[in-house]
């Protein structure tokens, strides 16, 4: 079984700032099994990008998703006070494991 | 628009059994493209895949639970379920239901959750 872990579990920044958040699996899997998704208080998780680096449908081009065998990252290149928020990675597989989430927040 | 929407009794007392359907619109259920899948997620915690379902009824769960779930899909109805027997307070959590798209290598699984329900939070107590 594939175990997702994202790094760190927070992260503390300003708006303005880069954000760059670490998923690292177990053991290897292919340069595009891998999701990411943001969730805000209260709802539901959103795609974000989509076979490691593909934005999902109206994703700004702030995010951007890169990795490949056991290390992937998701980046945001200058945080909107709307990107406070705790983003979950997930494997693509017959057990699509979620990493335990990063939280980002607000400094 | 695809639309999930969760629906069940917020409330199970401890050892019964806890179901949930999710009525899907905007889509057909009856998609090769597509399995329609149970997430959870502990009042201040991560999230953690369930099950998925195809249309066609084949399913497959997350071990840690299979023991007490059971999945089904009405394409009548444009809805699937989610059955979990015996529960306890462990149990207490926001279901959601989504749709993963389905990816193929040496063989069928499900690739990312597009869309999702709202979710609905199911508390287990007596």
């Known amino acids: 079984e594939i175990v997702m872990t994202q790094s760190p579990s927070t992260l503390s920044l300003s708006p303005g700032e880069r954000a760059t958040l670490s998923c690292r699996a177990s053991?290897?899997?292919?340069?595009?099994?891998l999701a990411w998704y943001q969730q805000k208080p209260g709802q539901a998780p959103r795609l974000l990008i989509y076979?490691?680096?593909t934005r999902a449908t109206g994703i700004p081009d702030r995010f951007s998703g890169r990795g490949s065998g056991t290390d992937f990252t998701l980046s945001i290149s200058r945080l909107e006070p709307e990107d406070f928020a705790v983003y979950y990675c997930?494997?693509?597989?017959?057990?699509?494991?979620f990493g335990g989430g990063t939280k980002v927040e607000i400094k | 628009q695809v639309q999930l929407q969760e629906s069940g009794p917020g409330l199970v007392k401890p050892s019964q059994t806890l179901s949930l359907t999710c009525t899907v619109s905007?889509?057909?259920?009856?998609?090769?493209?597509?399995?329609w899948s149970w997430v959870r997620q502990h009042p201040g915690k991560g999230l953690e895949w369930i099950g998925y379902?195809?249309?066609?009824?084949?399913?497959y769960y997350n071990p840690s639970l299979a023991s007490r779930v059971t999945m089904s899909v009405d394409t009548s109805k444009e809805q699937f379920s989610l059955k979990l027997s015996y529960v306890t307070d462990a149990d207490t959590a926001f279901y959601f239901c989504?749709?993963?798209?389905?990816?193929?290598?040496?063989?069928?699984?499900?690739?990312?959750?597009?869309?999702w329900g709202q979710g609905i939070l199911v508390t287990v107590s007596s």
């Open positions: 905007g889509d057909s259920i009856s998609s090769d493209d597509y399995y």
């Open positions: 997930q494997q693509y597989g017959t057990s699509p494991h």
């Open positions: 053991m290897s899997i292919s340069s595009s099994y």
């Open positions: 076979r490691s680096s």
């Open positions: 379902i195809f249309y066609s009824g084949s399913t």
């Open positions: 989504a749709r993963a798209v389905r990816g193929f290598t040496s063989g069928w699984y499900p690739r990312e959750y597009d869309y």
